[in-house]
């Protein structure tokens, strides 16, 4: 994709981009708390592995093997990534990253579009006190969510309807924000933070920076 210039507008992905991301033990106890939840007492390693990022087949042969509904079973890992996540920010080991503060200068309308439950990005809104965002779209805790989650553009394409814009840039710090920006026909800003520092993406970005600051030479 052509590199083209005069942004009008940043949309963001949140985990890895505007905050640190959540430990990945923190999830994985938050899965088991899950299954829990439901009465399964002892999954194994496979099943919270596949229930931390499923999609919707794989979640439906997880939940017929434990004879569970599959939408009781998302509704309770949905709730749980949700109670330890707030946890986690609240505790301040899911923060936001320093550069955030070069959102401030920013003079175009700005966005987040994330894989994360939409309850979890407004809940890091509130503590961290995000409140320059014009949009803001986190997953459904539904089935139809894991359909609609990055690499998919939808959450991206309502971002875009929402903010009226004709050429944003998506800045994100994973495979799938390149190829969901690449599926709305949208330029993506590739962040290469520490946690991606041997990362391999599958598309080329038009940009790639390695802090926020470098946005608003990019605008």
């Not at 938050?30 to 009465?39: D, H, T």
């Not at 799938?176 to 962040?191: E, Q, R, S, T």
């Amino acid at each position: 994709m052509g590199t083209r210039t005069a942004y009008d507008a940043v949309i963001f992905d949140n985990d890895g981009v505007l905050t640190t991301p959540t430990d990945r033990t923190v999830l994985e106890t938050a899965m088991r708390e899950a299954f829990k939840a439901i009465g399964v007492s002892d999954p194994s390693t496979e099943h919270v592995d596949t229930l931390l990022g499923p999609d919707v087949p794989s979640l439906r042969r997880v939940a017929a093997e434990h004879g569970v509904d599959p939408d009781e079973l998302w509704t309770a890992r949905e709730e749980a990534a949700i109670a330890a996540q707030l946890a986690e920010l609240r505790a301040g080991r899911k923060r936001p990253y320093d550069d955030v503060a070069t959102l401030d200068s920013l003079s175009v309308s700005t966005a987040i579009v994330s894989n994360n439950q939409h309850e979890t990005i407004g809940n890091i809104l509130e503590h961290c006190e995000f409140d320059g965002f014009d949009v803001w779209y986190g997953r459904e805790p539904t089935l139809e969510g894991i359909e609609r989650k990055k690499p998919t553009p939808y959450y991206l394409e309502q971002a875009l309807a929402d903010l009226g814009v004709e050429n944003p840039l998506f800045v994100g710090d994973s495979r799938v924000d390149v190829a969901a920006a690449d599926a709305a026909g949208i330029d993506a800003a590739f962040i290469r933070r520490s946690h991606r520092s041997e990362y391999e993406l599958s598309i080329d970005p038009a940009h790639e920076i390695d802090s926020l600051e470098a946005l608003p030479d990019l605008i």
